[in-house]
């Protein structure tokens, strides 16, 4: 085959066909929307705004100020299915100018950046980077793609980021749950602030928290939190016992401190519980 003039039927595509390949993100509000802000988290964002509306037929919005994605970036990277994270930009984020963090990327295949689907086969992505804004309206609704880009324009912008937005006609989610459970997953880290319709938690607020205590090592004093974050692990890439100094994360959650392995004994209605440490100096 030399050139499309021989291509005598490429495939077509039910609008759905797309979201009928994503299995539970496409179809539990909790799971796409936490993908969503683990995709903040890899691009590098310290704060994300969420907004869930009351009813269907409104709009959904999730804002991060991460450092967004150029015009040519967005079409390498989010319009490529199966994009692999780790081959092209590698385990760490990047972060905006002025941010001095370090953390490992959530992402693998590039299939979070799809949970808008959960709400309907079309959404808008409006992203910032180096002085431009692009917004891209994307949708399913094809036959010969399955997705594309239905309209995009670009202006001025002194900011960087993602703003994604789309109208929901199913799925509706409840704020108070989504809460819950993102911040289930991303309490480790002091420094990723989320909020849903402008409230958030504190770790000592949590619903999973199962007990609180305080213990002295030394002569330091430890303040231990369990929290219960089972509903919200995918993975156990951010298990374990995260510690905090002056309110900042020391490392990377883990199981393992130094050269030494910690576990915990735990009684019979914790059994099989992934419990999340919090250890504050």
Same mark, same amino acid.
């Given at each position: 085959?030399?050139?499309?003039?021989?291509?005598?039927?490429?495939?077509?595509?039910?609008?759905?066909?797309?979201?009928?390949?994503?299995?539970?993100?496409?179809?539990?509000?909790?799971?796409?929307?936490?993908?969503?802000?683990?995709?903040?988290?890899?691009?590098?964002?310290?704060?994300?705004?969420?907004?869930?509306?009351?009813?269907?037929?409104? @709009?959904?919005? &999730? *804002?991060?100020?991460?450092?967004?994605? !150029? $015009?040519? +970036?967005?079409?390498?990277?989010?319009? /490529?299915?199966?994009?692999?994270?780790?081959?092209?930009?590698?385990?760490?984020?990047?972060?905006?100018?002025?941010?001095?963090?370090?953390?490992?990327?959530?992402?693998?295949?590039?299939?979070?950046?799809?949970?808008?689907?959960?709400?309907?086969?079309?959404?808008?992505?409006?992203?910032? @980077?180096?002085? &431009? *804004?692009?917004?891209?309206?994307?949708? !399913? $609704?094809? +036959?010969?793609?399955?997705?594309?880009? /239905?309209?995009?324009?670009?202006?001025?912008?002194?900011?960087?980021?993602?703003?994604?937005?789309?109208?929901?006609?199913?799925?509706?989610?409840?704020?108070?749950?989504?809460?819950?459970?993102?911040?289930?997953?991303?309490?480790?880290?002091?420094?990723?602030?989320?909020?849903?319709?402008? @409230?958030?938690?504190?770790?000592?607020?949590?619903?999973?928290?199962?007990?609180?205590?305080?213990?002295?090592?030394?002569?330091?004093?430890?303040?231990?939190?369990?929290?219960?974050?089972?509903?919200?692990?995918?993975?156990?890439?951010?298990?374990?016992?995260?510690?905090?100094?002056?309110?900042?994360?020391?490392?990377?959650?883990?199981?393992?401190?130094?050269?030494?392995?910690?576990?915990?004994?735990?009684?019979?209605?914790?059994?099989?519980?992934?419990?999340?440490?919090?250890?504050?100096?």
């Amino acid at each position: 085959m030399k050139n499309n003039s021989d291509i005598i039927q490429g495939s077509l595509f039910e609008d759905d066909y797309l979201i009928r390949t994503l299995g539970s993100l496409g179809n539990s509000p909790e799971i796409a929307l936490t993908e969503l802000v683990a995709n903040a988290w890899d691009a590098g964002a310290t704060k994300v705004e969420v907004f869930i509306p009351e009813e269907k037929g409104q @709009k959904l919005t &999730i *804002e991060d100020n991460g450092i967004g994605l !150029t $015009k040519d +970036e967005f079409y390498s990277r989010w319009m /490529k299915l199966g994009y692999n994270r780790l081959k092209h930009q590698g385990k760490k984020v990047e972060f905006p100018k002025g941010v001095s963090l370090q953390r490992y990327a959530y992402g693998r295949n590039g299939v979070g950046r799809h949970g808008m689907l959960c709400f309907n086969n079309e959404y808008v992505v409006i992203a910032k @980077k180096n002085g &431009i *804004e692009s917004k891209f309206t994307i949708t !399913t $609704k094809s +036959e010969n793609e399955p997705f594309l880009i /239905k309209s995009q324009e670009f202006n001025k912008t002194n900011k960087s980021g993602v703003r994604l937005e789309v109208n929901v006609e199913k799925n509706l989610p409840s704020a108070d749950t989504i809460l819950e459970v993102i911040s289930a997953r991303f309490l480790h880290d002091p420094k990723f602030i989320i909020s849903i319709n402008k @409230k958030t938690i504190q770790l000592e607020q949590h619903q999973g928290l199962v007990f609180s205590d305080t213990i002295s090592v030394n002569k330091i004093k430890l303040n231990i939190h369990l929290i219960d974050s089972k509903k919200s692990r995918k993975s156990t890439l951010y298990q374990g016992i995260a510690v905090w100094q002056s309110g900042r994360l020391v490392g990377e959650p883990s199981w393992i401190l130094g050269k030494k392995w910690y576990w915990m004994e735990e009684p019979d209605r914790l059994k099989d519980i992934p419990l999340l440490f919090k250890l504050m100096i």
